[in-house]
Nanobody
Framework: QVQLVESGGGLVQPGGSLRLSCAAS????????MAWYRQAPGNERELVAL???????NYADSVKGRFTISRDYVRNTAYLQMNSLKPEDTAVYYC?????????WGQGTQVTVSS
């Protein structure tokens, strides 16, 4: 079993920055992919960014050039640095970890971009 703890959400003005963290813990697991998804009210959950075990990354077109995903392999933690935030980035952000052939989700953290 893997537990995920997310942090770093909050309220920020347009143009501001936030950094999300997702720490994975448990026993005897090897993480392959770590990813961030988001879900705004009335919308489906969508992939924001992912990072593979080899370090390659993918981003949604809407966040390219503004968001950066990174990973601490020792601490089993993923980060999402979000810059130049826009009101349309407002959503609940979820961390997803794939390990041992299973996917685990975090509880979600609210990001609100508003003046």
């Amino acid at each position: 079993q893997v537990q995920l703890v997310e942090s770093g959400g909050g309220l920020v003005q347009p143009g501001g920055s936030l950094r999300l963290s997702c720490a994975a813990s448990g026993s005897a697991f090897v993480i392959t992919t770590m990813a961030w998804y988001r879900q705004a009210p009335g919308n489906e959950r969508e992939l924001v960014a992912l990072i593979r075990s080899i370090g390659s990354t993918n981003y949604a077109d809407s966040v390219k050039g503004r968001f950066t995903i990174s990973r601490d392999y020792v601490r089993n933690t993923a980060y999402l640095q979000m810059n130049s935030l826009k009101p349309e980035d407002t959503a609940v952000y979820y961390c997803k970890v794939v390990t041992n052939g299973r996917a685990y989700w975090g509880q979600g953290t609210q990001v609100t971009v508003s003046s």
